[in-house]
């Protein structure tokens, strides 16, 4: 039987608070946050809630009461957090927590309703051996980690959306040198390293008034007069990236981000899309990554939706030609 949700308490979660607003929340969304093995919350419109423990969406036989109930939720949400949400800007993408996502669009630009979509952020984090014996990868490939950091090599993690690749930047940031200065810079917060010698900066929307945006591009910018050893980002999307390759050739050794990509083979074409996108030609692009990255690390989920390093490739320049070739280990 479908459980109907009834509107009741009105709670939210705030900088990893729950506060009080004096709106009608639902503490079921409250239930599936606590989960520890739901990292996605779907909302497809009222009938429908779906949640990832990692294997697949998985269909909650859950529903609001209407699309009305639902719509009026997500707009008090949003209005909790200084954002507009209506006919004339029907999407909103901000933090709940530190944590936690929120990304809605609302209906009738959305179909079959409302979609809301909730990422969450294991504040766990895991150590390479761990990864280890979670088989993530073999030992042969934990001996290259481990040197690859050792020697300062600058990296990028590829792969499609919820691959591993953020648990896995999180574990090689925790065995970098203790003595070295990191700065991760990000959009919203996932970088959570025990390391010690760890700072980040965020990048923030402009508020309701359309005030107070901060790039990543800013950040970056910023970042370079902060005397950072390594300079990481979370995920490379925009025009931030002719930034970042820039400080990865003048002296910001080791540096690592990740970046959405189906193989190491289609690295270099994402990375002079984004050049492009930022009005910096493919020639350009191109002299900056011969000289500013030299690995990347490919992941990948198998049939049975388990993470997994499915490849590892070195940036090469040889007769006048940027490619990466595979790394057999």
């Known amino acids: 039987m479908i459980q109907e949700l009834e509107i009741s308490i009105s709670t939210i979660y705030h900088q990893g608070q729950i506060l009080d607003l004096e709106i009608k929340e639902l503490e079921i969304i409250n239930d599936l946050l606590f989960d520890e093995q739901i990292t996605d919350i779907l909302i497809n419109g009222y009938q429908q809630v779906l949640v990832d423990k990692g294997k697949g969406l998985e269909n909650t036989k859950l529903k609001f009461k209407s699309e009305d109930q639902l719509r009026k939720l997500v707009q008090q949400i949003a209005l909790s957090k200084g954002k507009r949400l209506d006919q004339s800007q029907p999407f909103v993408d901000l933090s709940l927590s530190k944590n936690i996502r929120f990304h809605c669009v609302l209906s009738p630009v959305a179909s ?192 049975n939706q388990i993470r997994k390093i499915k490849e590892i490739g070195q940036f090469i320049y040889e007769n006048n030609k940027l490619f990466i070739r595979r790394i057999e280990l």
């Open 112 to 303: 079959p309703g409302t979609l809301v979509s909730i990422r969450i952020h294991k504040t766990k984090t895991y150590t390479l051996n761990q990864l280890l014996e979670l088989d993530l990868f073999d030992l042969k490939v934990l001996h290259f980690l481990k040197e690859m950091l050792k020697q300062e090599k600058s990296f990028v993690i590829c792969g499609g959306t919820g691959s591993g690749k953020t648990t896995l930047l999180n574990s090689l940031i925790s065995e970098i040198d203790h003595s070295k200065r990191i700065l991760v810079i990000e959009d919203s917060k996932e970088i959570l390293s025990s390391h010690p010698q760890l700072i980040s900066l965020q990048a923030r929307q402009a508020n309701i008034e359309g005030f107070g945006k901060i790039t990543l591009r800013d950040l970056v910018k910023q970042a370079l007069r902060m005397r950072a050893d390594r300079l990481i980002i979370g995920e490379v999307r925009g025009e931030e990236v002719v930034d970042w390759l820039s400080a990865l050739n003048t002296g910001h050794k080791g540096g690592a981000g990740t970046l959405h990509a189906n193989s190491i083979s289609e690295v270099i074409t994402r990375f002079e899309t984004l050049g492009l996108m930022a009005g910096v030609s493919q020639e350009l692009i191109t002299n900056q990554l011969k000289t500013s990255l030299d690995h990347v690390i490919h992941l990948e989920k198998d049939g």
